[in-house]
Structure formats: structure tokens, C-alpha cells
């Protein structure tokens, strides 16, 4: 307990997509848990509040903003609030990310500048304006989550999804070299195959695995992962929890692969 006792944590994607647990909503609350005060943005301020409430409702402090993070404009306005509510910034969890089916035969070129801006341009605006905050006050640790699919084809036809995540883990080294003199820490976690809110409201991923047929797809995605099962969300949030805590003090740059095995596999 009291991992981030003192701490003030920015969760961007914050909410989840339906009901459950998807990776930002986990990642929220565990910060909350482990004594961070955490700031959580999503495009969808009922799913910002939600998680505010639970992290209320345990005794945390949160506030709620709602934001289209792959607009500068708002991710300025996001960063000014915390700054006024809480002071400082301490952890930047960027969690925002969407998948369009297609290779590069079929994807629209609207389709792959949306997942480009909102999978990458999110993360790299929200890191202008916070890694200012934090080399200010002494350092920080920033969380970019990638995906395995950036440095493996796992048998679904995402390009815009796999190429955008790839560019996230250059800009996370490039970015962690660049800055590791001021003392802000920058990596990446690449979750697998994961059991989300996320990938059960993605009809394109469904159809991709099981034309359409939620259930059978957790089964083929269950079997692709040598541990016999998909992670949780959870998985994912005990990772970034690492990463924002001072135990990772001496970490930058890495890609932390959070998938039962699945790409020691591929």
C-alpha cells in the first residue's frame, strides 16, 4: 500500500468504453488505491465521472475532465486544470488508443490519419505539455501503452493500429534518452491479448476473429496465449503501477510486455 503516497497521477483514457474494466479505468483506481491523486480525462465525461465516483467512494481524491486528447487545445486545458487542482504532475499514464480493421490495401486514408491522431498524437501532446511540469519540479514518470502488436503480426489485419503503436515505442526511447538527464522517466507497456470492454465493443475485431460472435472469439483469442487464458486489465494497471512507483526509479525506456507469452510465440 501507499506505493504513490504523495503523488499526483494524470490517467488519460481514463474511462471505460462499457461496462467492466477496461486498462485505464484499472489503472486509475489502482493509482488511487496505492495513495496517488489521480487526474482522470476521457473523451466521454460519464465514463471520466464513473471512475472519479469509485475512486470517491474508496476514500481517494479524483477529479474528472473531459477532453478530446488528440486536440491541442484540450490537452493544454487538461494539463492547466491539474495544475490548479493538485499542483504537480507526478505520473502521465497515456492509455487513449482505437483499432480500424484493414491492411494497407483497405484502410482509408481518413481511417489511418484518425488512428494515427488519436493513438499517437494524443500521447506526444500530452507529453509537450507535461514533461515541462515535470522536469520544473524535479522528474516524473510517464506510461505510454503501446500494444504487442507493434512489434508482431498477431494474426489480425490492423496496420493503422500496429504502425501507430510501433511509432509510440520509438517516440517512448527517443523521448526517455532525451529527457532521463531532468529525471523524467518514459516507458511503454505492450499488453497482449487482453480481456477488455474495449475488444468486446470492437465489432471490426469480432468479425476479424468470429464473424461476429463475441463468445467464440474470447475462446480463439484464450487459445492463442500459451498460459491457456487472456490477461485483465488488471494485468495491465499492477505494470503501469510499477512503472509510475519510485521501485522502477532506475528504469527508462523500456517496452514492458504484458501478454502470457503469446509473443514468445509469434
Given at each position: ?128 505539455h507535461v514533461i ?25 489485419s490492423y496496420v ?107
Amino acid at each position: 500500500m501507499d506505493r504513490l503516497k504523495g503523488k499526483v497521477a494524470m490517467v488519460v483514457g481514463a474511462g471505460s468504453i462499457g461496462p467492466g474494466w477496461g486498462n485505464g479505468k484499472a489503472t486509475a483506481v489502482t493509482f488511487a488505491r496505492e495513495g496517488a491523486q489521480v487526474f482522470c480525462v476521457d473523451r466521454n465525461p460519464a465514463a471520466a465521472e464513473e471512475t472519479a465516483r469509485i475512486i470517491a467512494g474508496e476514500g481517494g481524491r479524483a477529479t474528472a475532465f473531459t477532453a478530446d486528447v488528440s486536440r491541442a487545445g484540450d490537452v493544454a486545458a487538461m494539463v492547466k486544470l491539474c495544475l490548479d487542482t493538485y499542483g504537480r504532475i507526478d505520473v502521465l499514464d497515456n492509455n487513449v488508443g482505437i483499432a480500424e480493421m484493414g491492411s494497407v490495401v483497405d484502410v482509408e486514408e481518413s481511417e489511418w490519419d484518425r488512428v494515427f491522431a488519436v493513438n499517437l498524437k494524443s500521447a506526444c501532446l500530452a507529453m509537450k505539455h507535461v514533461i515541462p511540469v515535470m522536469v520544473a519540479q524535479g522528474g516524473g514518470s510517464i506510461i505510454n501503452i503501446s500494444s504487442v502488436a507493434s512489434i508482431r503480426q498477431v494474426g489480425i489485419s490492423y496496420v493503422s493500429y500496429g504502425a501507430s503503436k510501433a511509432a509510440m515505442n520509438q517516440m517512448t526511447r527517443t523521448t526517455a534518452v532525451e529527457f532521463a538527464p531532468k529525471h523524467v522517466r518514459v516507458n511503454a507497456i505492450l499488453p497482449g491479448l487482453m480481456k477488455t470492454p474495449m475488444v468486446e465493443h470492437s465489432a471490426g475485431l469480432a468479425a476479424s476473429y468470429a464473424k461476429g460472435d463475441v463468445e467464440e472469439m474470447w475462446r480463439k483469442r484464450d487459445a492463442q496465449v500459451p498460459m491457456g487464458h487472456m490477461g485483465e486489465a488488471w494485468d495491465v494497471a499492477n505494470a503501469a503501477l510499477f512503472l509510475a512507483s519510485d521501485e522502477s526509479r532506475y528504469i527508462t525506456g523500456i517496452e514492458l510486455v504484458v501478454d502470457g507469452g503469446l509473443t514468445c510465440r509469434s
